[in-house]
């Protein structure tokens, strides 16, 4: 079967960083994406990637390893905004999009 | 621009009766889908066309039903309601039904079946 693995709740300091991970097993793989869900609120698009290694857009960075079967989203700075909830989702061979369960996150100041 | 719109915000619904949810967008995107979010569990998708004319299955499609008469407007419509379909639904669209292109979603219908 399809799985996408992301821890259920964390807790962070304003002004620290952290590591949100999602790991997967697909059928195929065409890319990963990204987004955040503030409460009661849509999905907004983060990021996408495809290959392996670091993309980085301003305070948030998105990191792929296909071998590994493996993502994480990296905030930087943290601010109380970034509390919301993070949806990782892989597109897999035939292109739907698999999403897992998402990861809230909760800033303390 | 609005984006993509979803109507109405919340519904209380008896359980048998039929409820049409509104979605409409004014990006010019080919693709539309329907959602639905239920705790503990990721988006799971209802319904999808990737150009107007056409419909397609998703992961959950049973008790509902599309159409895509036109490219902007993509409603979902609840047969006879039963309380397991109770959820909040969410609507999308992209620009393309490729699958590597952003979704823009919707605010979100929060239905509650009785």
């Known amino acids: 079967g399809q799985n996408i693995d992301q821890p259920t709740e964390m807790t962070a300091t304003e002004g620290a960083i952290v590591q949100i991970n999602c790991t997967y097993q697909t059928s195929g793989f065409n890319g990963l994406f990204w987004y955040q869900q503030h409460a009661g609120e849509a999905p907004t698009f983060l990021s996408y990637n495809v290959l392996d290694g670091l993309e980085e857009k301003g305070r948030f960075s998105s990191f792929l390893s296909r071998s590994k079967g493996y993502s994480y989203l990296l905030l930087k700075e943290l601010q109380m905004k970034d509390s919301a909830s993070y949806l990782c989702?892989?597109?897999?061979?035939?292109?739907?999009?698999?999403w897992g369960a998402g990861t809230k996150l909760i800033i303390k100041p | 621009t609005a984006g993509i719109t979803q109507a109405p915000t919340s519904q209380i619904l008896a359980a048998g009766r039929s409820m049409t949810l509104r979605c409409t967008q004014d990006m010019r995107h080919n693709a539309m889908y329907w959602y639905r979010q239920d705790l503990g569990l990721g988006l799971r998708l209802i319904h999808y066309s990737n150009t107007a004319g056409t419909t397609g299955k998703g992961e959950v499609p049973d008790g509902y039903s599309v159409s895509r008469a036109n490219t902007d407007d993509f409603p979902l419509t609840l047969a006879s309601a039963v309380p397991s379909q109770t959820s909040v639904y969410f609507c999308a669209s992209s620009r393309t039904g490729s699958g590597t292109d952003t979704q823009y979603f919707g605010p979100g219908t929060r239905l509650t079946v009785l």
């Open positions: 989702a892989v597109l897999d061979s035939n292109y739907q999009l698999i």
